[in-house]
């Protein structure tokens, strides 16, 4: 609290309306807790791209079908290890492939 305060009290030295600076100090207090790469994802996720390479994202998620399988595989062996478990089913849902999103 005593941080926003102070941002509050930094940014309301400039001119401009309440919602401004309630607006500014916000930016200020988003700069410093979210990186620039997160910055970029959640610019990709809203143009309905890849998170990671700017592909079309799949439909329902919010990667390309060539990382969303290979997240879902490394995800699988992870549990695969941990619990060991050996059986691999050929038709799992980490193995299904999806269409681009249209309207790109």
Do not use: D, F
């Not at 997160?38 to 990667?63: D, Y």
């Not at 691999?88 to 999103?101: F, G, I, L, N």
């Amino acid at each position: 609290m005593k941080k926003i305060l102070a941002l509050l009290h930094a940014v309301s030295k400039g001119a401009g309306t309440l919602a401004q600076k309630m607006t500014r100090a916000k930016k200020e207090r988003t700069r410093q807790t979210v990186t620039r790469q997160r910055l970029w994802q959640l610019k990709q996720r809203a143009l309905g791209l890849c998170e990671q390479c700017s592909c079309p994202a799949a439909e329902g998620v919010t990667l390309c079908h060539k990382h969303l399988l290979s997240k879902r595989l490394s995800a699988r062996n992870t549990y695969r290890e941990k619990h060991g478990t050996v059986a691999v089913y050929k038709e799992r849902a980490s193995t299904k492939v999806y269409k681009p999103r249209r309207g790109l």
